[in-house]
């Protein structure tokens, strides 16, 4: 196994659009283990860049798009990465609302800091639940992390989705770990995360027409689902994160109010509210069939795909199949 060498720096490379909610506890917990952290700001409007700025580690960098389009955005972070510390760095690909495990002393950072070159890693991704009471982790599941830089040429993955900014170039070069792990925080604020979702599916509405709306729908709504393995958040992450490193891992802010929705209520004025027809935008069966702009058909599709999101996310049984053979119906048939 190749030793680290001695020039060979880790860097965090964090897209941030109005993440002030949690980007205190970001910045703060990335700057135990991170040399660098790079934040791709795109027009934050809650004082995001201001915070950032505040860290000693943080570099701030502007990402210029209207909208999404996360491989624009990667070639910024990973350009600026490599004009900091050249093809010799270790890139970490992390959300704002992602903060690892407290193990910082873990056997797992000694892979990762001794890796060869082209090194892929992957991480387990814990969900951190409606505010901090209780988290999952989806049994096999786990998210793209870190690259041990070669010097390779960035292709971009795609507008959305797109989190892996390296392949490895066979299966030796990627290691999965087990100690470490990235606690996500998207789940801590529910309404946040609707907030989001409801953006989510209105972008995939308008960049990609051709997608089904059964589809849209299923993918944004994995969540709701009775089987998850909801266990209690260990309460050695609490302390170690407190008392070694003086971070409080509950330090977010709960809003009222999200970027997301001012940004659908745009897409309405820009596309009309039929074009959405087949999204869904409210939270309650009564609004749901008392919704404007949808006509019967769309509502019962709607009331469909709401009633029958629990089941078919568990993904198994009689009733999960006949969901199958109706969204099948639905989509080649009437074309939704």
Known sequence: ???????????????????AWILPLFCKSASVWADHIIIADQKSTDGSKEIASQFSKVVVIDNDSADLDEGYRDRLLINKARELVGNNGILFRVDADEIFTPNFQSCDWKTIKEAKAGTVFMFRWIQMYKKLSFCWENKGQKTYGAFVDDGR?????????????????TKEDTIVLQDIALLHFQFADWKRMCSKHIWYQCFERIKFPQKSAIDIYRMYHWMYNPS???????????????????????????????????????????FSPRYFKHIETYYTIRELLTAS???????????????????YNVKSGFIYKLILKIDSFLKNRIGV
């Open 293 to 311: 702009g949808k006509n019967i058909l769309d509502k019962l599709l709607m009331l469909y795909l709401h009633c029958t999101r629990e089941i």
């Open 1 to 19: 196994m190749m030793t680290m060498q001695p020039d060979r720096k880790i860097v965090v490379l964090t897209p941030v659009k109005n993440e």
């Open 153 to 169: 040429e960035y292709s971009p993955k795609g507008l959305i989705h797109a989190r892996s900014m390296f392949n490895s170039k």
């Open 228 to 270: 998850l393995p909801y266990k209690k958040i260990p309460t050695e992450w609490i302390k170690d994160y407190k008392e070694k490193y003086d971070i409080d891992i509950y330090n977010y802010k709960v809003e009222n109010r999200y970027w997301w929705d001012d940004k659908t209520k745009e897409y309405f004025q820009q």
